[in-house]
């Protein structure tokens, strides 16, 4: 097993497991697709896991903090 399932499995006996809901907007969501390495795919899921939040949540803040967003 990987270090990175391990790291993931418990992580999920720590989190409370109700899901965390993006902000509630009127507006249509969509699919927002990147590539990135698999292993930084996987340390990443595990620390988000860790942490409670979805990498949805951080990538929208990162992006709105970079870009800000439409007046």
Known sequence: MS???EII???RKDVN???IKPE?????MVNLCIKVPLS????WAGES???GISMTEVVIEALKSKFGVPS
Do not use: C, D, Q
């Open 40 to 43: 930084l795919r996987r340390h």
């Open 24 to 28: 509630e907007t009127a507006e249509e």
């Open 3 to 5: 270090k990175y399932s």
């Open 17 to 19: 497991h109700n899901t």
């Open 49 to 51: 896991k860790k942490r």
């Open 9 to 11: 499995k418990e992580a």
